[in-house]
């Protein structure tokens, strides 16, 4: 199985892990990923990290703007199998049909559930405790092909976005490994998926990094370790933004409106939710570093003339 030809597409830090895996196991031909951005006001270019492993390891690298339109250096390589992992365009008919042994799909959900871009963000967001890996066969359609195997993992109270990042990237690394033989030697059974159980995980949006506080506590609190550490949960204090990283569910059944400041604590600002009270305790305040709230207070002259004041 040596000489079976890999042609691998994926473009976040998240696709990195299962090619590296591939890399070291089978013979991986040519690598896929988006264009490299211009980042910051210098516009420097900026590769991503799946086109680094594939430099590093003397790989191809293609680029397409639109591989629904250029794809013909790809099947020009006469690929046996394709396997993309969050690689961030749908692939056209003529690509799905061309590999003897199909194009294969990692994707960090359970399908049919969380199709779309932002499984992992949204697993947490809407507070699931079970999510997972998901290989499958790829269509037209958006994450709808037949299921080949999925395993599935639990999601702490205690996860980020980061941290579920990483583990479910190791596992859909192992799951691949696994599963790679029986594709090829045809003893997979492909199980279609159900489509009135689907539901979506589109890309966050800025407006869904705002934190509403109008919320109750369960909810800020997956919607704050949900955008941690990308792209980020903010509101607004005083005309000036905030970024929120961390928080923990508080007791207090304080009165005030969401998002009222209604307690100091040692290491916390005690926030208003739609039931009860939300402690912040990490925060950017606009043009200054990340802090605990904790260092945050401990710089304030009255950490008193805060109570009061409103999140919005």
Same mark, same amino acid.
């Given at each position: 199985?040596?000489?079976?030809?890999?042609?691998?597409?994926?473009?976040?830090?998240?696709?990195?892990?299962?090619?590296?895996?591939?890399?070291?196991?089978?013979?991986?031909?040519?690598?896929?990923?988006?264009?490299?951005?211009?980042?910051?006001?210098?516009?420097?270019?900026?590769?991503?990290?799946?086109?680094?492993?594939?430099?590093?390891?003397?790989?191809?690298?293609?680029?397409?703007?639109?591989?629904?339109?250029?794809?013909?250096?790809?099947?020009?390589?006469?690929?046996?199998?394709?396997? #993309?992992? +969050? *690689?961030?365009?749908?692939?056209?008919? @003529?690509?799905? %049909? $061309?590999? /003897?042994?199909?194009?294969?799909?990692?994707?960090?959900?359970?399908?049919?559930?969380?199709?779309?871009?932002?499984?992992?963000?949204?697993?947490?967001?809407?507070?699931?405790?079970?999510?997972?890996?998901?290989?499958?066969?790829?269509?037209?359609?958006?994450?709808?092909?037949?299921?080949?195997?999925?395993?599935?993992?639990?999601?702490?109270?205690?996860?980020?976005?980061?941290?579920?990042?990483?583990?479910?990237?190791?596992?859909?690394?192992?799951?691949?490994?696994?599963?790679?033989?029986?594709?090829?030697?045809?003893?997979?059974?492909?199980?279609?998926?159900?489509?009135?159980?689907? #539901?979506? +995980? *589109?890309?966050?949006?800025?407006?869904? @990094?705002?934190? %509403? $506080?109008? /919320?109750?506590?369960?909810?800020?609190?997956n919607h704050i370790r949900g955008l941690n550490p990308w792209p980020v949960g903010y509101s607004t204090l005083d005309n000036k933004k905030v970024k929120?990283?961390?928080?923990?569910?508080?007791?207090?059944?304080?009165?005030?409106?969401?998002?009222?400041?209604?307690?100091?604590?040692n290491d916390s600002i005690g926030v208003k939710t739609n039931n009860g009270e939300i402690l912040i305790t990490s925060l950017q305040f606009e043009g200054k570093k990340r802090v605990s709230t904790k260092d945050y207070l401990n710089g304030l002259q009255d950490k008193n003339n805060i109570i009061g004041k409103?999140?919005?």
């Amino acid at each position: 199985m040596n000489n079976l030809k890999i042609i691998y597409m994926g473009t976040p830090d998240f696709s990195v892990g299962p090619l590296e895996r591939l890399i070291k196991e089978y013979n991986v031909i040519a690598v896929v990923t988006q264009p490299d951005k211009e980042i910051g006001r210098k516009k420097e270019i900026k590769f991503s990290k799946v086109k680094e492993v594939a430099i590093k390891n003397n790989i191809k690298v293609f680029q397409p703007e639109k591989i629904k339109q250029d794809y013909n250096e790809i099947i020009n390589l006469n690929p046996d199998i394709i396997i #993309t992992c +969050a *690689y961030g365009q749908i692939l056209p008919k @003529e690509l799905l %049909d $061309f590999p /003897k042994y199909g194009c294969i799909n990692i994707h960090a959900s359970l399908l049919p559930k969380l199709r779309g871009g932002a499984p992992i963000h949204r697993a947490i967001i809407d507070g699931h405790n079970i999510t997972g890996i998901t290989i499958m066969y790829m269509n037209e359609k958006m994450d709808s092909g037949d299921i080949i195997y999925q395993e599935d993992i639990y999601i702490y109270d205690e996860d980020t976005v980061g941290t579920l990042f990483n583990r479910l990237s190791r596992l859909g690394s192992n799951m691949i490994i696994k599963v790679l033989p029986n594709i090829i030697n045809g003893t997979i059974i492909r199980i279609r998926q159900d489509e009135k159980r689907a #539901t979506y +995980a *589109y890309n966050i949006t800025r407006e869904d @990094e705002h934190i %509403d $506080f109008n /919320k109750t506590s369960r909810e800020v609190f997956n919607h704050i370790r949900g955008l941690n550490p990308w792209p980020v949960g903010y509101s607004t204090l005083d005309n000036k933004k905030v970024k929120i990283y961390e928080s923990k569910i508080g007791n207090s059944k304080k009165d005030g409106l969401p998002g009222e400041i209604i307690n100091i604590y040692n290491d916390s600002i005690g926030v208003k939710t739609n039931n009860g009270e939300i402690l912040i305790t990490s925060l950017q305040f606009e043009g200054k570093k990340r802090v605990s709230t904790k260092d945050y207070l401990n710089g304030l002259q009255d950490k008193n003339n805060i109570i009061g004041k409103k999140f919005i």
